[in-house]
Nanobody, 125 residues
């Protein structure tokens, strides 16, 4: 059974940092593209970042480029999102997602095979 469990969310001040983790199980993690997305009532679901198997190819939404870093540890079956220079606009429920094997359309939600339950990030002074 596929499981994705996010952790690391919480409250941060503007300019602060948080590191999200996503522990994966039930599938061959190293073979799959993985991504982070976030949801707010105002904007709905927004793709944030993606990473291909091997970890050498990473992609970012313009809104987070230069501030967020996605990475993966295939030995630990874990996906990460390092978030620096946080802004109030980054406040959202953050999800990790398993893209279908060989997939490349990060914002096409039907391409995803599974999602975690989410972790809340709140950026406020």
């Amino acid at each position: 059974q596929v499981q994705l469990v996010e952790s690391g969310g919480g409250l941060a001040h503007p300019g602060g940092s948080l590191r999200l983790s996503c522990a994966a199980s039930g599938f061959a993690f190293s073979n799959y593209p993985m991504a982070w997305a976030r949801h707010t009532p105002e904007k709905g679901l927004e793709w944030v970042s993606g990473i291909y198997p091997g970890g050498t190819s990473t992609y970012y939404a313009d809104s987070v480029k230069g501030r967020f870093t996605i990475s993966r540890d295939d030995a630990k079956n874990t996906l990460y999102l390092q978030m620096n220079s946080l802004e109030p606009e980054d406040t959202a429920l953050y999800y990790c997602g398993q893209l279908r094997r060989g997939g490349s359309y990060w914002s096409m939600w039907e391409e995803y095979e599974s999602w975690g339950q989410g972790t809340q990030v709140t950026v406020s002074s």
